[in-house]
């Protein structure tokens, strides 16, 4: 089933959804100001906390980040100046997390401007199209540069991936003159335009998009097709309220409830109104939390839930049910452009696993 995008304009900003069928995948804005990842700023080190082996860096204004040594060029000097990007925004309490390790994002790849490196996409797991692409970064990349493959350019031409390539070089030189002659801390390059992210992510899973200003959408290389009130069309406003909730119902009658902590979020899996069938309470549970796995990978990304994320499923006791869900949240987490990793069940019964942050 192909995807859709719905693109609105509301209290002066774009709002976009991603749709696959009735379900609400992905909401966002437009970035209407703050720190947010990708972000590249010129920072000025404020002091070295050397318990902790990390720089705090001041961005501009009372803006503060977090720069563990581990992502320095270089083992920084207060009063140094840096060039720096945000892997995580601020969080709470909460510094951003800065490197200096920094990755500018295309469509087809990922230019490292600072670390010579050649790497292909985990996704793409086929031996000989990993052999072809690795070869092609090792080609396309600027002198001095690395490149990341991403997974869509497993079916990109030669001249496509090349002209990504040079936009993102074209980008880093727009950059660094930014920095030419600044002294004072500030932003150099904000995130990329949060529809073409969307865009690149899906690696050109979507059908259409449905907006209410087809002008404004150039090159998306899907149709474009004008809609007066997009999110009126699939319900969206109703469906995010539905899915922001404590409580979320799965369509079983089965529930989630959904608790961020400052450390993790934590989900319950309940069983609520669902009565299952006649073929016993292990099938029974297994069932609800089969559901419950595909939901939560889909509230995970529509919410930018990152970090530990705990899921208390239903108990079951049978091991291949406990693989079996652990199966299927997996593969429901392959959709997600951003990383994740299911590190199991613990011995108390608890499924672990990781986000990235972010994102």
């Not at 089933?1 to 900003?13: D, N, P, Q, W, Y």
Request: proline share 3%; aromatic share 6%.
């Amino acid at each position: 089933m192909s995807k859709i995008v719905l693109v609105r304009h509301a209290e002066g900003r774009r709002e976009i959804a991603l749709m696959e069928g009735k379900r609400l995948l992905c909401f966002c804005r437009d970035e209407g100001g703050g720190i947010v990842a990708e972000q590249i700023y010129l920072g000025k080190v404020d002091r070295i906390v050397k318990g902790v082996e990390a720089a705090f860096v001041r961005l501009g204004g009372e803006s503060i980040g977090f720069l563990p040594f581990s992502e320095c060029r270089e083992k920084p000097r207060s009063g140094d100046a840096v060039t720096v990007q945000v892997k995580k925004p601020p969080a709470g309490e909460k510094a951003a997390y800065l490197t200096e390790d920094i990755a500018l994002a295309g469509r087809f790849a990922l230019l490292t401007p600072f670390t010579r490196r050649y790497a292909v996409s985990r996704k793409i797991t086929d031996e000989e199209t990993r052999s072809r692409l690795y070869g092609l970064a090792s080609r396309a990349a600027p002198a001095g540069m690395g490149l990341v493959m991403r997974t869509e350019s497993a079916d990109a031409g030669e001249d496509a991936v090349f002209a990504d390539v040079e936009a993102l070089k074209a980008a880093w030189e727009e950059t660094l003159e930014q920095r030419a002659g600044r002294t004072e801390p500030g932003l150099l390059k904000g995130r990329e335009d949060a529809l073409l992210r969307l865009l690149r992510d899906e690696h050109g899973q979507i059908g259409e998009i449905l907006t209410d200003r087809p002008e404004e959408i150039a090159d998306a290389h899907v149709p474009v097709h004008a809609c007066a009130a997009p999110f009126d069309l699939h319900n969206v406003s109703a469906k995010l309220e539905k899915s922001l909730a404590r409580k979320v119902w799965l369509d079983c009658g089965g529930y989630l409830v959904v608790d961020p902590t400052e450390a993790m979020t934590v989900i319950d899996v309940n069983s609520g109104k669902f009565t299952g069938n006649k073929t016993g309470t292990e099938n029974t549970f297994l069932k609800l939390n089969l559901e419950a796995a595909k939901e939560i990978a889909r509230l995970l990304r529509l919410r930018g839930i990152g970090g530990i994320v705990i899921i208390d499923f239903v108990d079951m006791q049978d091991e291949a049910s406990r693989g079996a869900v652990r199966q299927a949240l997996e593969e429901a987490l392959m959709d997600d452009p951003v990383k994740a990793v299911v590190h199991g069940f613990t011995s108390l019964g608890l499924v672990e696993m990781t986000r990235k942050k972010g994102q």
